[in-house]
């Protein structure tokens, strides 16, 4: 297929308005395609050349090189890319523009294709060395050369991670249903596929050349992510058990970082929540994987948490995120020492369990780890009776947890990959005052300090996540509560991300006087939900306007193990707010 096709067709499916239509419009390209390089359409869709668990190299270029080679391409000065880039805020329409203006004989280019211009994104991906920066350059501007100013306009969003087509993975997942089977029932089976192996490249491969059956046969593998299940949040026993009961697991909820073991005889990968692979992290947990886990393959799931060697109590998980800092791994390995408790299986001796209740699972995990100091299972026990679901979590504040878990045993409690559902329920401290717990904000843009905070940033703008959209609406100004350290950190990592003017993945109405790439996620505490007439955060599912966080405040904590996609989403915060409403009611 030619590039051209597929730019053409982002241009039509940025210009439809409605998911629907946008995924009709992204299923006739598919179609038109030919089924072997389909892998390559999705993965240049999504801006995700590799799944970041295969530890490929990803393109990621930062505006200021995008900025440097759009001024390459156009023969025009930095500052020119710049003024206009500040004016449209969009480097893909920047280079567009000035290309077109430029009118640059293209009459000896290359006819682009898709797999040409994947194979050189690639191959551009992984230039590293000393000079790498040049040579990223010269490869991107000779690509621009032979490039349409629309392929240019596309190339520079793909490589800047700013294309914002509003299909989002569910968008992607239906087009590709629509092309292969004729309908958006087939949704499910793909999503299903793709939580199990966390390739989507991989699965829409499969689908276009061997179809629906085949896609469905996908099953998981030692080595292979499992896109991870996720708790919903209640602050009320009773309702916990109305929910996932009659009889529940409560277990302790550990304050650490989540892992993924694989064990494949010796060889064992550790896998973090955003599926990067975290072994080098953490090389006494792989040696305590091969030491004390009873099986030859299998995968496991279990909280990582710092502990104090002498007690055998838990540390605060700042501790434990020193570990994150690569330097010198192996003194961290003892200045902050780590147990993991295992809490879930989700494969066994060359078998998928993930379809087992919790209960059979469990009593498989309690087979298969031989426990010591370091190894053991999350503290867990089985009620149906609410008044003992409150006791349990008292003991788990005071043993110094974050609260427990609820996990529904029954007959259909299965692992349910990739999903945020009611049969995993947890319940904090915090619940029970305020709002009804943190939220993982994505931070978008800054205010200047003034005063003592001049040369650092005196707020910052912080945003939620639309799955539908895969847009980032800014849901509250955060102005308060920060240290001295926190406002230097703020710093410090934010301007890793400037960005020239507001990305065209951010809704907002406020206007910050810095922005960023939406990358960093931090936990925010506030107040309530409130309706809003400043932010767009839920605006098409809220009557009354978009939402936003009441007297905002950050924790301290950088939520490095979570990516911007997996901040709390619009879902989420609505569902949060109903919560809360139906609470207000009732008192
Ligand atoms: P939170 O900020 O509350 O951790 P989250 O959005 O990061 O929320 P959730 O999936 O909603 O994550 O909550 C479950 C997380 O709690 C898991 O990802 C895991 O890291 C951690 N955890 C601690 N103890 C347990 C346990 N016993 N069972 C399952 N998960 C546990």
């Known amino acids: ?18 998911t629907l239509e946008k995924t009709r419009v992204f299923s006739e390209l598919l179609e038109k395609a030919n089924p072997s390089e389909i892998d390559k359409i999705i993965a240049l869709t999504i801006a995700k050349l590799h799944p970041d668990w295969t530890g490929e190299p990803e393109i990621g270029i930062a505006e200021k090189m995008a900025v440097q080679v759009v001024a390459a391409a156009a023969s025009v000065r930095e500052s020119v890319v ?42 551009i991906s992984k230039i590293t060395g000393s000079g790498s920066s040049k040579d990223k350059t010269a490869k991107l501007v000779g690509l621009l050369s032979d490039s349409s100013p629309l392929e240019a306009k596309y190339i520079l969003r793909t490589i800047t991670g700013q294309l914002r087509l509003g299909l989002g993975y569910m968008g992607v997942m239906d087009s590709l249903s629509l092309a292969y089977t004729g309908s958006r029932e087939a949704r499910s089976i793909i999503e299903k596929a793709f939580n199990v192996c966390s390739d989507l490249a991989a699965v829409a491969l499969i689908l276009a050349t061997e179809g629906i059956d085949a896609t469905n046969a996908i099953k998981t593998a030692v080595g292979r992510p499992i896109r991870m299940m996720a708790a919903k949040k209640l602050s009320d026993s009773t309702e916990i058990i109305e929910k996932a009961g009659p009889e529940v697991l409560v277990e302790y909820k550990y304050d650490g970082e989540r892992v993924q073991a694989h064990k494949n005889g010796d060889n064992v990968v550790l896998f973090s929540r955003r599926q990067e692979v975290i072994t080098e992290q953490y090389p006494d947990v792989g040696e305590l994987v091969r030491a004390q886990i009873k099986a030859e393959t299998c995968v496991l799931e279990g909280e990582c948490v710092a502990i104090d060697l002498e007690t055998g109590r838990s540390r605060p998980f700042q501790e434990l995120m020193r570990r994150r800092r690569k330097t010198s791994i192996d003194e961290m390995r003892e200045t902050v020492p780590v147990a993991v408790y295992f809490f879930d299986i989700l494969y066994y001796e060359g078998k998928d369990v993930t379809h087992l209740p919790m209960r059979k699972r469990r009593e498989l995990l309690e087979k298969t780890v031989l426990r010591n100091k370091r190894v053991s299972l999350t503290e867990g026990e089985f009620t149906s009776d609410p008044e003992r679901l409150d006791d349990i979590f008292t003991n788990a504040l005071d043993a110094g947890h974050e609260g427990v878990i609820a996990k529904a045993v029954h007959e259909n409690s299965s692992y349910q990959a990739g999903s945020r559902s009611w049969l995993w329920i947890k319940l904090k401290a915090s619940y029970q005052e305020g709002m009804a717990d943190s939220v993982d904000l994505v931070v978008v843009g800054a205010f200047f300090g003034r005063g003592k905070r001049t040369g650092v940033y005196g707020a910052i703008l912080a945003s939620v996540y639309d ?19 926190m406002l230097n950190e703020f710093k410090e990592r934010l301007d890793e991300h400037k960005l020239e003017a507001k990305s065209p993945k951010v809704v907002s109405d406020m206007e910050a006087e810095v922005w960023f790439e939406p990358e960093e996620v931090i936990e925010v505490l506030g107040d309530e939900i409130t309706i809003s007439p400043t932010h767009p955060a839920g605006k098409d599912q809220i009557r009354e306007g978009g939402l936003a966080i009441r007297f905002p405040r950050f924790t301290g904590r950088w939520r490095d193990d979570k990516d911007a996609r997996q901040a709390t989403s619009v879902h989420e915060l609505v569902e949060l707010f109903d919560q809360q409403r139906s609470r207000g009611q009732e008192t």
């Open 1 to 18: 297929m030619l590039y051209e096709t597929l730019a053409l067709a982002y241009e039509e499916i940025e210009k439809t308005s409605g």
């Open 467 to 485: 799955e539908d959209t895969d847009t980032f609406p800014a849901v509250c100004k955060i102005g308060t509560g920060f240290t001295d350290d």
């Open 82 to 123: 710049k003024k206009k880039l500040r004016e449209i805020g969009d480097i893909g329409a920047v280079a567009e523009f000035l290309l077109e203006e430029g009118a640059q004989a293209s009459l000896f280019a290359e006819d682009l294709t898709v797999q040409l211009v994947y194979d050189t994104l690639d191959a």
